[in-house]
């Protein structure tokens, strides 16, 4: 069964430091990988995602992930840390075959200090 | 262009009344999702739709949820008798096509309290 962990209820950073919010996943398999941020009072919204090829990927405000087949992760990376940058985060998988789901994460609720 | 749209956006109902959500996806997107986000759960997901496929119902918890989706477009889901374990944010998403690395747009969310 494929499934996605978010070990971290909670993440605090200060502003201008480097942050990193942990996911890991188990799918049959190579997955398809995202992740989405929820700011407060609006709706999901598409950061990055990891098809093949470069296991760096670059995605929307600065933010990067870095899949990990072999420690089966995709952690998700910005180097300076801002304070807009505060919100819910999801990890998301898609196998290749079987099953369209898309399997969530519980969310990491990211908080960057000033 | 407009983006996901989900009506209303919040709603409260008493127990053991029905309850009927709407999402209108974006022009032109054939995949429909709906979740269900319920304090510290994550989605959960509940049912997708693809085109004329049957839709995958297999994340709907109870024989009290039924989906449908009218003409490709717009979606509507129905709690029957609701119950306080209902209540929950449900969210809809698109996405253009069947493709499995498609980018899913989420709408806003519609706040369900079920008193």
């Known amino acids: 069964a494929q499934s996605v962990a978010q070990p971290e209820d909670q993440v605090n950073v200060a502003e201008g430091n480097p942050l990193t919010v942990k996911c890991t996943y188990s799918v049959s398999g190579n997955p398809y990988l995202f992740w989405y941020v929820q700011y407060p009072n609006r709706g999901l919204q598409f950061l990055l995602k990891y098809i093949t090829g470069d296991n760096l990927v670059k995605g929307s405000y600065g933010f990067e992930a870095e899949f990990n087949k072999s420690q089966t992760s995709f952690h998700l990376k910005k180097p300076s840390a801002l304070v807009s940058d505060s919100a819910l985060y999801f990890c998301a998988v898609r196998a290749l075959s079987g099953t369209y789901k898309y399997i969530f994460g519980t969310g990491t609720r990211l908080k960057v200090l000033a | 262009g407009a983006g996901v749209s989900q009506s209303p956006s919040n709603k409260v109902t008493e127990k053991g009344k029905d309850v009927e959500l709407r999402c209108d996806p974006i022009?032109?997107?054939?995949?429909l999702y709906w979740y269900r986000q319920s304090l510290g759960q994550g989605l959960e997901f509940l049912i997708y739709?693809?085109?004329?496929?049957?839709?995958?119902k297999s994340g709907l918890p109870s024989d009290r949820f039924s989906a449908e989706r009218t003409g490709g477009s717009v979606s509507t889901l129905t709690i029957q008798r609701t119950q306080q374990e209902d209540s929950a944010v449900y969210l809809c998403a698109s996405s253009l096509a069947e493709a499995r690395w498609e980018t899913q747009y989420f709408g806003p969310g519609t706040r369900l309290l079920v008193l």
């Open positions: 022009s032109g997107h054939t995949a």
């Open positions: 739709f693809q085109g004329n496929s049957a839709p995958d």
